[in-house]
Nanobody, 116 residues
Framework: QVQLVESGGGSVQPGGSLRLSCAAS????????MSWYRQTPGKERDVVAS????????NYAESVEGRFTISRDNAKNMVYLEMNSLKPSDTAVYYC?????????WGQGTPVTVSS
């Protein structure tokens, strides 16, 4: 079955960095645009960044532009989110998602806490 396993989250101080990973299985990963989302309690999941099946970056949320970098490795069925210059406002649970017919498939997410 389709599985998405996010990892790499943690607690960091403002200005710190983290690299999130998402391991995908159960579908043809190389054919899907992949996106990272984040969610805070009581709010909807918001898209953070998206990358096409061929590795072209589609978009970043305005709030992370210039600080976050999305990338993927189709040979490993992995998508990554490099997060630099982290701010307390980046605190959230981060998820990856393939969209399209798999839009409702979600992993457990990986929590990121940015605090001094």
């Amino acid at each position: 079955q389709v599985q998405l396993v996010e990892s790499g989250g943690g607690s960091v101080q403002p200005g710190g960095s983290l690299r999130l990973s998402c391991a995908a299985s159960g579908f043809t990963f190389s054919r899907y645009t992949m996106s990272w989302y984040r969610q805070t309690p009581g709010k909807e999941r918001d898209v953070v960044a998206s990358i096409t099946s061929r590795g072209v970056i589609l978009n970043y949320a305005e709030s992370v532009e210039g600080r976050f970098t999305i990338s993927r490795d189709n040979a490993k069925n992995m998508v990554y989110l490099e997060m630099n210059s982290l701010k307390p406002s980046d605190t959230a649970v981060y998820y990856c998602n393939p969209g399209r017919d798999l839009w409702n498939v979600w992993g457990q997410g990986t929590p990121v806490t940015v605090s001094s």
